[in-house]
């Protein structure tokens, strides 16, 4: 299927089969699994929620482009529009959402927003380093709980002491985020509202991946 690459790049949730939010996909994966007949559409229509196995929902995209053409993304196929899915449901899987969120510095500079956490200055990226706040020598590892930003000036004033020792002090108490702190995804344009039914607030914080 030929079509914009911009609508073909556009975001769907995918729900499990028990209706819950695993993950984000572009609408070209998600083209993929409805022709793999693994999933379905589901579609809201004044205020009620459809479901559309593939055969049904192109059926039924002349008469969308027909009377909602401003409320969908469309993709040109060889002999019609087609409106792009913003949900669908995966049929065959119970799969769940991942909690965990990866521990890197990407992710530690964006939990921090940059922002040492001793001094509470902001730094760009290559002036801040991460420290260790119970020193390895100590037996601090590398976890959420142990790992900070901090600027030059206040991790070689630190240097192998806790915190407490060097006469500093935590602004925040470092821990996991409860979402990726980089990629977290905001339900902002209209066509994104009806995904909000399905997204209580403990999954909103949880990474979607796509």
């Known amino acids: 299927m030929a079509g914009y690459p911009s609508a073909l790049d556009e975001s769907v ?21 409805l022709f793999r007949q693994i999933a379905e559409v589901i579609s809201v ?5 459809e479901t559309f ?13 027909q009377y909602e053409r401003g409320d969908h993304d469309w993709i040109r196929s060889a002999s019609r529009y ?10 065959t899987s119970n799969r769940q959402p991942d909690y965990s969120v990866r521990l890197n510095r990407r992710n530690l500079f964006a939990r921090d927003r940059n922002r040492c956490q001793y001094c509470g200055k902001r730094f760009p990226v290559a002036d801040l380093s991460i420290d ?6 100590r037996g601090g590892g590398n976890s959420w709980d142990n790992l900070v930003c901090s600027c030059v000036r206040c991790n070689t004033r630190k240097g192998n ?12 108490s470092p821990r996991e985020p409860r979402h990726c702190p980089d990629r ?19 999954y909103w914080t949880v990474e979607l991946r796509d």
């Open 184 to 202: 977290a995804l905001s339900i902002c344009r209209k066509q994104y509202e009806e995904w909000k039914v399905f997204l209580n607030e403990a």
């Open 161 to 172: 002491r806790t915190p407490r020792e060097a006469g500093l002090h935590l602004i925040t």
């Open 53 to 65: 196995d593939i055969s049904s929902w192109l059926e039924v995209a002349d008469l969308q482009r």
């Open 13 to 33: 949730l995918v729900l499990n089969r028990g209706y819950t939010a695993i993950r984000v996909i572009s609408v070209r994966q998600a083209f993929i699994l």
């Open 132 to 137: 260790h706040v119970i020193p390895i020598s």
């Open 45 to 49: 229509n004044g205020g009620r929620y």
């Open 82 to 91: 087609v409106a792009a899915p913003r949900i669908i449901r995966v049929t």
